[in-house]
Each structure stands twice: as C-alpha cells, then as structure tokens.
C-alpha cells in the first residue's frame, strides 16, 4: 500500500494541465497540442480530460481540444470565473479556427454552459454541438423523451 501511495503522490507532482488547452499533462503543452498532424482549424471543447480520451479512443476527431475544467453549475458554486472559458475565448479570438465543436454532455449543468459558450464565440467562428440520441443497441421504448427528441433533431439524411 505504500508503494501505492507513493505512486500516487509522484503522478501529482509530474501531471499537471496544458498550458494550451489545459489537458492533463507532463508536459508545459501537451502531446495532442504538440502534434503537427493536428487540424489547427478546428476545436473541440469538452468538460474534462477524460471527454478528450473518450474522442481520442474513437480516432474521428483530428483538431485540437480544450478542457473547461467542469461546466457552469451555480448551485455548486461553479461559474464561468472557475472554469478556463476566458482562455478559450481570447484562444479562439486569436487563432480564428473555422469551428469549434461543443462536445459537453446535455445535462441541465452542460446545456447551460453549451449556451452561454456559443452566445460567447459565435462572433468569432463557426460553433456547432455533437448530436445526441438513442445509442447503438438501444430500444426506443425504454428512452426518455429528451433523447428522442434530440434524436429526432439530429436526423441526417441516408447515403
């Protein structure tokens, strides 16, 4: 157990947050920023570092990222001032990508806060948000009406 919490101790000392997008990082900026295979004109935006891994894993997304830290939650104390959204604004002033995707989860706390960054950056580019609905395998009677909804909203047409 000591060996254990040792380990632990030491991840904390060398892991620290991009200086970019505020990734976890052992770096100043990390590997994805680093990356000059990236697209530099698009953004994803996401609540935490495992969103970034969680996009990663499905080798789609080939821009650049950037971690609020949280979303937007006043009863926990949480605004805008807490999370890294004046970095994305002056980051996406700066650097103008053609889009910026809001991937953050459609809770009441991500809805919020997916509003208030778009009303934010509109002025500066392109803002879109993921599609959310029904997920593969899933039953379309055992899901809440939100999902249907969205799921209906997110219609593409068929190839």
Do not use: W
Not at 1 to 7: C, G, N, P, S, V
């Amino acid at each position: 157990m000591e060996a254990l919490a040792q380990a632990l101790i030491e991840a904390k000392k060398q892991i620290g947050l991009c200086s970019v997008c505020f990734h976890l990082s052992a770096d100043p900026v990390c590997e994805l920023c680093r990356n000059p295979n990236r697209d530099n004109t698009t953004y994803c935006v996401v609540a935490d570092s495992r969103d970034v891994i969680a996009l990663e894993r499905t080798r789609e997304f080939k821009g650049k990222y950037h971690v609020l830290g949280g979303v937007i939650s006043p009863i926990d104390g949480i605004g805008p001032e807490q999370l890294t959204i004046n970095s994305l604004v002056r980051r996406v002033s700066k650097d103008q990508p053609k889009e910026v995707i809001l991937a953050i989860s459609p809770s009441v706390e991500g809805e919020t806060t997916t509003l208030y960054l778009g009303h934010l950056l509109k002025p500066f580019t392109k803002v879109t948000r993921i599609a959310f609905g029904l997920p593969v395998g899933g039953d379309l009677e055992y899901a809440d009406e939100v999902t249907l909804a969205r799921a209906l909203e997110g219609r593409r047409e068929l190839d």
